[in-house]
């Protein structure tokens, strides 16, 4: 098994991240050629331009917002379902990654349609569902937990799941009242679940580029805008490098999602 | 025992899943310091009581009177109860200590002052002052903590304080789960099937220490098994149950020589039951010769089950026996043999030191004292 898994991953990741890694560091572009490659930190100026600077912390305070606004409402409905008297939990649970089986920019774009003034909604409702909040922060944010909470259900209901009755009834049993039995024995048992749902969340968000751009219409920047716009350009070199940064986050959090969760139990 | 204190009474108790009566109006009295076995086969409503006392349940029906309180609707957490689950259920992410001390440590402040007494608490202050000044608060902490180390003590654990619960062995986890429970000083535990999952090595030293802790705290302990030579070895009564309902409730020693009926005799342990005849006042007939019986009035010429235990036989010369029969198969079980003895057309299991060989005739007595008789069933 190893070794075509080897190849894959050197050919599909490690060359890629490689090449991007060199990218950033030279100096090479449609118009210089090869004999004329330098090294250097030029390009790292960048990260100190105030557009990138602001990208980030927009890409950063969304993605914290939205990592802690999917955990808490998350979380409440993972523990529902898990509570639920409903015998097939599979279909709560399909019902809940049900969006996801639609294409992500139709579903963004669709989700701006209605959030802006005129729209089909108002128009069978006969009020505006969502204000007219099309390209404020509240559209993205409201974007952004509609669409990465999913994940943060799916590992806190899975982490919930394996939690032996036993332990919970062994609490009672043991003179707690049942919410400090969750917080004792439940919140604790489950907390793998919600590392891994947080970085499930916080990683796509913190990264991605589509639902910014379509929720805020163009207003509101993430450091994906910029990585995309780099590449649309042609500007490799600040291409690379951008996203040779984001890479150092991604690895970062899965560092701290082994860190917690040694077994892989949630991870799916 | 009747004379001593009711700890816990079940009065008329019913519980029904899915339309499916598993208690049927059972009822049952624990006195305060004995060791109570439930002991039935799976399914026999056993656990259910357990759980209606632990207050995981609800009965349908009945009272659960525990101190002259009626506790029905009472939720676990607030029961002077404690329960050793079968699969011990330790909590993973907290280690022995933190398990032990579980309990204690999420109780409130007036539980905890209640529990200790102020004298204790305040004793501790001072032992702890002699270093440096310590809250009520800390002095509370270090009492649980001692509390649960002379927990961990008694199960012999002290050595594994610091260990992870999933580095322990079944044994050890089970003794954890004891030590979980006995350290919060409750009035009844309640242990279900909590030998199950260990060897059987294991488990016979753990019967034998189970027995001795019960004396020793006397706490009284209600046991849930389905392994009737456990709950022979360790409890003072045994209550024998079959599909909800009380078969017999006695000591091991009544219920094992005078069961009554069919399904108890089985159960306990090997026996022969044979069909007779109540010939008269301390006359019975089985396999067509009279013997000699005491203590049974039945009216005459009634008919009977009698019992006899494998062991009852006396193995003697075939001119002086009462019955004589024919060894068909023959076991060594280390003390004794075991021989299946056809007699008249009837299988008979004997017991005995004697050795005999297949195809031997055998020769056997029984004492009147040994013979155990029964009504016969209908509908059976």
Redesign the interface.
């Known amino acids: 098994m190893a070794v075509p898994y080897k190849i894959w991953l050197s050919i599909l990741v490690f060359i890629p991240i490689l090449a991007m890694l060199f990218i950033s560091f030279s100096n090479l572009s449609s118009s210089v050629s090869v004999g004329e490659l330098t090294l250097s930190l030029a390009h790292f100026k960048l990260l100190w331009e105030s557009s990138t600077v602001i990208a980030f912390r927009n890409s950063l305070i969304f993605a914290v917002a939205t990592t802690l606004i999917s955990f808490v409402l998350g979380y409440f409905i993972a523990y529902e379902i898990k509570l639920s008297k409903f015998k097939n939990k599979f279909i709560l649970l399909t019902f809940v990654i049900l969006p996801m089986w639609s294409n992500l920019i139709l579903r963004t774009e669709s989700l701006a349609n209605i959030m802006s003034e005129n729209n089909i909604l108002k128009n069978i409702l006969g009020f505006n569902l969502f204000g007219n909040i099309s390209g404020t922060w509240m559209a993205v944010l409201f974007g952004l937990v509609f669409t990465y909470m999913p994940f943060m259900i799916l590992s806190v209901y899975t982490a919930l799941e394996k939690i032996?009755f036993?332990?919970e009834?062994?609490?009672?049993?043991?003179?707690?009242?049942p919410i400090?039995k969750f917080w004792?024995?439940v919140f604790?048992?489950s907390f793998k679940g919600v590392v891994t749902g947080a970085i499930m969340v916080f990683l796509p968000t913190l990264a991605g580029f589509a639902i910014p751009k379509i929720l805020s219409r163009g207003r509101i920047v993430f450091i994906g805008n910029i990585i995309e716009q780099k590449f649309i350009y042609t500007n490799y070199n600040h291409g690379a490098l951008l996203a040779v940064v984001i890479l150092f986050f991604i690895l970062g959090s899965i560092l701290l999602i082994t860190k917690f969760d040694k077994e892989g139990e949630t991870l799916l | 025992m009747e004379n001593q204190h009711a700890l816990i009474e079940l009065k008329n108790i019913s519980k029904s899943y899915d339309d499916e009566l598993v208690v049927k109006n059972v009822n049952l009295t624990i006195y305060r310091n004995e060791f109570l076995t439930l002991l039935g086969p799976s399914g026999c409503g056993k656990t259910t009581i357990l759980r209606m006392i632990a207050g995981f349940i609800k009965p349908d029906e009945g009272d659960i009177i525990i101190n002259g309180k009626v506790f029905n609707d009472l939720p676990p957490y607030a029961r002077p109860i404690h329960t050793v689950f079968q699969k011990y259920a330790l909590f993973p992410h907290l280690n022995v200590i933190d398990n032990v001390a579980f309990g204690l440590n999420n109780r409130s402040w007036e539980y905890l002052e209640n529990f200790y007494g102020q004298e204790k608490i305040a004793a501790e202050i001072k032992e702890l002052s002699k270093k440096k000044e310590v809250s009520a608060k800390k002095a509370i902490k270090s009492l649980i903590y001692k509390d649960s180390v002379q927990a961990l003590k008694l199960v012999k654990l002290d050595g594994f304080i610091k260990r992870k619960v999933d580095q322990l062995s079944g044994g050890q986890q089970q003794r954890v789960a004891l030590a979980r429970a006995l350290v919060n000083k409750p009035e009844i535990l309640l242990l279900d099937e909590p030998l199950a999952a260990l060897d059987l090595k294991l488990r016979q030293n753990m019967q034998y220490e189970l027995k001795e802790m019960q004396r020793t705290l006397g706490i009284t302990f209600l046991f849930v098994t389905h392994d009737q030579e456990e709950a022979m070895t360790m409890s003072d009564r045994i209550v024998v149950m079959k599909e909800g309902v009380i078969q017999q409730l006695g000591a091991p020693k009544s219920i094992y020589n005078e069961p009554i009926n069919r399904y108890v005799a089985n159960f306990i342990g090997e026996t022969n039951i044979l069909p007779g005849r109540y010939v008269k006042k301390d006359l019975v007939n089985f396999l067509g010769v009279d013997f000699k019986c005491m203590g049974y009035n039945f009216n005459d010429g009634e008919d009977v089950d009698v019992v006899i235990r494998p062991e009852d036989f006396d193995v003697v010369d075939v001119e002086k026996a009462k019955l004589v029969g024919e060894v068909v198969f023959s076991l060594f079980k280390g003390v004794h043999n075991e021989y299946e003895v056809l007699v008249k057309g009837e299988k008979l299991l004997v017991h005995t030191y004697e050795s005999y060989e297949v195809g031997q005739p055998i020769g056997l007595t029984i004492d009147p004292y040994e013979i155990h008789m029964m009504k016969v069933e209908t509908g059976e």
């Open positions: 032996d036993a332990l009834e062994a609490a009672l049993d043991l003179g707690l009242r400090k004792k024995v604790p048992l």
